[in-house]
Antibody, heavy 118, light 106 residues
Framework: EVQLVDSGGGLVQPGGSLRLSCAAS????????MTWVRQTPGKGLEFVAN????????NYEDSVKGRFTISRDNAKNSLYLQMNSLGVEDTAVYYC???????????WGQGTLVTVSP | EIVMTQSPATLSVSPGERATLSCRAS??????LAWYQQKPGQAPRLLIY???TRNTGIPARFSGSGSGTEFTLTISSLQSEDFAVYYC????????FGQGTKVEIK
């Protein structure tokens, strides 16, 4: 059974940093693109960043470029999202997701809440 | 950016009835469209990809159709567990989601 477990969320002040983690099991992690998606009541579901199988190709949504860094450790079956210079607009539930071969998202973590507030 | 527009925002349906949800893309996305179901407090669940292919384990009452810019998700006979929010998502050019359609009990 595929399992993705998101962690690392919490309350942080504007300008602060957080590192999210996603522990994967039940599939061959190193053969899949992986993605971070976030969800807010106002903007809905939003692609944040994705990374290819060996970490050599990364893509970011424009508003997080230069502030967020996606990475992975295939030896640990783990995905990460380093988030710096956080703003209130980054408040959201963050999900890691396993990419389907077509490009949609076939499996999702349970989500971790990031709250950016003074 | 490709904008995905879903309608209606809310759909009130009685159990056993058919539900038809629409999704429109701001430009052609071929058949690169997925549908997800989300229940309160849960992550989205992939229902349909390639506009019309059901994901593993998804009941046959869920069907998708369309190509280009106009897409439809049909739930043939609503069960109690189907009341949820449904999102479409394009993956033809990056990844963007619609704002969702809430299917509620009439």
């Amino acid at each position: 059974e595929v399992q993705l477990v998101d962690s690392g969320g919490g309350l942080v002040q504007p300008g602060g940093s957080l590192r999210l983690s996603c522990a994967a099991s039940g599939f061959t992690f190193s053969t899949n693109w992986m993605t971070w998606v976030r969800q807010t009541p106002g903007k809905g579901l939003e692609f944040v960043a994705n990374i290819n199988q060996d970490g050599s190709d990364k893509n970011y949504e424009d508003s997080v470029k230069g502030r967020f860094t996606i990475s992975r450790d295939n030896a640990k079956n783990s995905l990460y999202l380093q988030m710096n210079s956080l703003g209130v607009e980054d408040t959201a539930v963050y999900y890691c997701a396993r990419d389907h071969i077509t490009g949609c998202f076939v499996d999702w973590g349970q989500g971790t809440l990031v709250t950016v507030s003074p | 950016e490709i904008v995905m527009t879903q309608s209606p925002a809310t759909l009130s349906v009685s159990p056993g009835e058919r539900a038809t949800l629409s999704c429109r893309a701001s430009q052609s996305i071929s058949s690169n469209l997925a549908w997800y179901q989300q229940k309160p407090g849960q992550a989205p669940r992939l229902l349909i990809y390639g506009a019309s292919t059901r994901n593993t384990g998804i009941p046959a009452r869920f069907s998708g159709s369309g190509s280009g810019t106009e897409f439809t998700l049909t739930i043939s006979s609503l069960q109690s567990e189907d009341f949820a929010v449904y999102y479409c998502q394009q993956y033809n050019n990056w990844r963007t989601f619609g704002q969702g359609t809430k299917v509620e009990i009439k």
